[in-house]
């Protein structure tokens, strides 16, 4: 090969290399996605004395490209004051018996940066009757029947689904279940069905998208349960605040 050749070759192969760097650099240099994890806090402390937003924040700051807060309804303006929930790209809200506790005026932003601001939001287990998922959803959220369901075992239907990457059907050994109807709005999407040990099946993770917003429905959850210490649960709540925030692992 001629020597102009090689100068030419070694000059391409900067052009790439310099390609490829400013380009990692870029997605490094992105903001990581701030995520707020909101509980009530009924969980009983014997089993969670972190409550579920602790434990999902600390799986979630694992992965440098998120940052998690855990917040809660005792907290001053219940978690969520006008601030912080102006920076949060993704919201996600486990509620159980103090739906009613959460104030109208909060409902109210929560929705709007949703609608008109693109925020995410993930809806966990019992949350289908939260106040937020109702209104971004315009629906009740009723179940068709509630009780103890022994083992829930999760089957992927939609597996090109962001948030079902790396999933694959899994048994948690001892949950609540859910049975049909589930009272929402038609989803764009159903990526996950359980079937319970008590006979029972459900739609147990939906998306939709609202305004410029992402909203994700994920049934598991229940506060005397492993289930939210169980590592896939937590990959898949990953994937949705991905998802929801429009961003690639």
């Known amino acids: ?3 102009r050749e090689w100068l030419n070759l070694g000059k391409g192969l900067l052009l790439t290399a310099a390609a490829t760097s400013l380009g990692v650099a870029q997605q490094r240099g992105k903001k990581p996605i701030y995520v707020l994890a909101w509980s009530e806090r009924t969980e ?4 969670y004395p972190e409550g579920h937003n602790g434990v999902i924040a600390a799986f979630l700051n694992k992965d440098p490209n998120i940052r998690a807060e855990a917040v809660s309804l005792n907290d ?3 978690g969520l004051p006008p601030e912080k929930l102006q920076r949060c790209d993704v919201l996600i809200w486990w509620g159980h018996v103090r739906h009613g506790e959460v104030r109208d005026d909060i409902v109210e932003r929560i929705v ?3 609608k008109d ?14 106040k937020p998922f109702q209104r971004l959803i315009n629906s ?3 179940l068709g029947g509630v009780g103890h369901g022994r083992e829930e075992h999760i089957w992927v239907v939609a597996p090109n689904h962001p948030i079902a990457k790396g999933i694959t059907h899994f048994t948690l050994p001892d949950e609540e279940y859910y049975a049909e109807p589930f009272q929402v709005a038609e989803p764009e999407t159903v990526v996950f069905i359980s079937t319970f040990g008590s006979g029972h099946w459900f739609r147990s993770g939906l998306t939709w998208s609202v305004g410029k917003g992402r909203v994700f429905y994920f049934r598991s959850g229940h506060e005397t349960s492993p289930t939210m210490k169980d590592e896939r649960v937590l990959k898949i709540i990953r994937n949705a605040v991905y998802w929801c925030a429009r961003r690639s692992p």
């Open 117 to 130: 601001e693109g925020m995410g939001f993930i809806a966990l287990h019992s949350s289908h009757y939260a």
């Open 44 to 47: 009983p402390k014997e089993h």
């Open 1 to 3: 090969m001629r020597r």
């Open 112 to 114: 709007k940066r949703v």
């Open 76 to 78: 001053p303006e219940q």
């Open 140 to 142: 009740p959220g009723h």
